[in-house]
């Protein structure tokens, strides 16, 4: 009988243990399964397609790399280090203007779209179902805060938008101080590679306003992809004229400095003619502020002093 209630307490012992061993492996799995989860939950997107250098530069700022599934080569190339060091992180690439197949194949579980160049594209998805957010171009700083905002919220990251946008609001505030000092708003006219540009409400144009200078395109209402000719110009005679860098020692940029009909121009008499980043000549992104800064500093170097 003694044997028999040994072997009994062994076989009670050995079950209490393995019942033990899973139940706590039941609630590891549990605990880990719920931690797994509330990951999870907190990012409403785990597949952002944004469709532009433009709009891939904001959502960086707002998602986790691992949220984006591709950006473009000219991102991941770009010239500003920082843009340059978050595209690298996102594992996958999609074309500079990808077909409506291409976008699909990547299985977004939202597309980011500027209307202005694929809206019956953003119409073609849509359709689809895909979860399509079609973007216009702002015309101003406050539409383009507006815009970032709007991203943000449609990627459940209002908290981090609004953060961005305070940001921007800050440095402008800064520069709207030192305008202040402006007693004469310059003329200024910029040139791409295209020629001179700058048409109203357009993205230069904003810059100039928020720089406390006037844009030449804008004074004559250039249209979106006019380009002002060789009498405006002379005809408008600025007081400075911002070449973008890519144009340096071109036949253009050359021309500019030593065209004789523009030797009595205010700028090129005045050595007023400067080189600048392309970035900074056009901006719908929060680098707004710093192209902003770029052109006050050339402008106003006054005002920096």
Request: proline share 4%.
């Amino acid at each position: 009988m003694k044997k028999g209630f040994i072997i009994i307490s062994c076989f009670l012992t050995l079950v209490i243990a393995v019942c033990g061993v899973t139940w706590l492996s039941h609630l590891f799995i549990q605990n880990q399964t719920t931690s797994v989860t509330s990951q999870n939950t907190s990012l409403k997107y785990r597949r952002i397609l944004a469709i532009s250098p433009a709009l891939q530069e904001i959502v960086m700022a707002l998602a986790q790399p691992e949220q984006i599934v591709a950006v473009s080569p000219s991102s991941k190339n770009s010239p500003i280090p920082e843009i340059a060091q978050a595209a690298q992180k996102v594992k996958g690439e999609v074309s500079e203007h990808p077909s409506t197949e291409e976008i699909v194949s990547l299985q977004p579980d939202i597309v980011l779209i500027p209307v202005v160049f694929s809206r019956d594209q953003a119409d073609i998805l849509t359709d689809m179902k895909l979860n399509v957010v079609s973007l216009g171009v702002p015309n101003s700083y406050s539409e383009l805060k507006d815009r970032i905002l709007r991203i943000a919220e449609k990627l459940g990251l209002s908290e981090k938008g609004r953060e961005l946008t305070g940001r921007m609001d800050q440095k402008l505030a800064l520069i709207q101080e030192k305008n202040k000092a402006i007693q004469t708003p310059k003329l200024v006219i910029a040139y791409s590679i295209n020629g001179a540009f700058g048409r109203k409400n357009g993205s230069f144009d904003n810059i100039c306003r928020e720089a406390g200078a006037i844009n030449g395109g804008g004074v004559v209402n250039l249209k979106r992809g006019e380009h002002l000719s060789k009498e405006q110009v002379i005809q408008l005679d600025p007081d400075v004229i911002l070449c973008a860098r890519s144009l340096k020692d071109s036949k253009l940029h050359q021309d500019i400095l030593y065209d004789p009909a523009f030797q009595n121009i205010k700028a090129v008499k005045n050595h007023q003619v400067f080189l600048i980043e392309d970035r900074h000549l056009s901006s719908v992104t929060q680098s707004f502020v710093d192209a902003v800064e770029a052109v006050s500093r050339l402008v106003y170097p006054e005002l920096w002093e």
